[in-house]
């Protein structure tokens, strides 16, 4: 992304983010039991920030079953992050005196540090996305052999639709195996060479993580001590231990839910999320996490390489498609024709949805990695120059 376009993203977000702490006091959600009215500019912006965190989650969890885990769902989810990520680094921008000393400065240090491992979460995930997009150039094939428009699909448009079919069987089945090709290098977001784009490799592969990278042991990295600060740190911090404690918070569960989404190395979902029921935030957060569990123990989805709503599209399609073109005999019968006809238009709204979908939820994770990286740097290097006072 452009420096003067990030430049131009974040003036508007700090003057939205500034705008908020406008809201009256009478409109702002308790952070806890002993909640009592903002007695000062610092309170109301803390909490305008915990409810400002409740309704991007809120709204998340209210999205119906059917659309839960889709293309655009996870854009939503990406879309609230951004937004988080940014109203928290105004807040510590604006309480730089308060960030550099003790124990605000451990906490948002061990903030930023686990962000860290947030990269490699996204560099797995763009592999991922790569990894559906070859996928997606197997199921074109199919909808162009048996395209429905044409007036009759013969013995050869079926054979080759049945070997697209079997191809990419064979590469949703060796997954593993795939994903360690492409994640020879190990690299972060950035641009093809052009030694790659003459011979024609994947440019995941400028973007990659090591092969013995795992997604399940990166999770629990990131969410080692991710606890509810206490409350002699709410108080030696005027409340800005709070602030870190949500942001660590939905930085974890965008990460897992990612992984649970997305197809990428040694995916695991076993990960136990137990946040406090004061904070706002919370009932919304372990709702999402209930429902994608519980769409993760499916049948139909428990071997699932991704819980992309899409992906399941792809596998459904494909276990269809492969039943009927294995059992098809020629010449074909009208009710047979017509069996297929409709079975392609059914792939070919899959096929839609991830030809649309894909580039701008890779432009949105490239976003999150690139924000992260310059969010620590920026507080990072704030924090460690001479305190100026406010």
């Not at 007695?39 to 119906?64: G, I, K, N």
Request: proline share 5%; charged share 25%.
């Amino acid at each position: 992304m452009p420096a003067t376009d990030y430049q131009s993203s974040s003036a508007h977000l700090a003057s939205f983010g500034r705008s908020i702490l406008s809201i009256g006091r009478n409109e702002v959600r308790p952070m806890d039991p002993n909640h009592h009215e903002p007695s000062s500019s610092q309170e109301q912006e803390l909490e305008a920030f915990q409810r400002l965190v409740s309704e991007r989650l809120h709204d998340l969890a209210t999205t119906p079953q059917e659309d839960l885990l889709s293309i655009s769902w996870v854009q939503k989810l990406l879309d609230a992050f951004l937004f988080c990520q940014e109203q928290f680094r105004l807040i510590l921008l604006n309480h730089r005196v308060q960030a550099s000393k003790p124990p605000l400065d451990r906490l948002a240090g061990d903030f930023f540090e686990r962000s860290v491992k947030a990269l490699d979460v996204c560099n797995a995930i763009r592999d991922g996305i790569e990894q559906v997009r070859q996928w997606q150039k197997h199921l074109e094939i199919v909808l162009l052999a048996l395209d429905p428009n044409q007036r009759i699909i013969g013995e050869g448009q079926f054979r080759r639709a049945k070997k697209a079919l079997t191809d990419l069987a064979i590469a949703m089945l060796d997954e593993k195996e795939a994903g360690s090709v492409l994640a020879q290098r190990n690299r972060s977001f950035g641009r093809t060479t052009n030694r790659e784009r003459q011979t024609g490799h994947f440019r995941s592969l400028s973007w990659s993580v090591s092969r013995s990278w795992s997604a399940a042991r990166q999770l629990q990295a990131l969410g080692n001590n991710v606890n509810p600060p206490r409350n002699h740190e709410i108080m030696a911090t005027n409340g800005l231990a709070v602030p870190v404690y949500t942001m660590s918070s939905v930085l974890l569960f965008v990460m897992w839910t990612l992984v649970a989404a997305i197809p990428c190395q040694d995916r695991g979902l076993q990960m136990h999320f137990s946040f406090p029921r004061h904070f706002s935030w919370a009932p919304a957060l372990m709702s999402l996490h209930e429902r994608i569990v519980d769409e993760s123990k499916k049948r139909d989805r428990r071997n699932s390489s991704g819980l992309l709503k899409e992906i399941h599209g792809i596998e459904k399609c494909t276990r269809h498609m492969t039943e009927l073109v294995d059992s098809v005999h020629f010449p074909l019968s009208e009710e047979r024709d017509q069996e297929v006809r409709c079975e392609v238009k059914e792939l070919d709204v899959v096929c839609t949805a991830i030809r649309y979908g894909l580039d701008p939820l890779e432009r949105q994770v490239r976003e999150a990695f690139h924000r992260i990286v310059r969010s620590r740097s920026e507080v990072m290097d704030c924090l460690g120059r001479p305190s100026v006072p406010e």
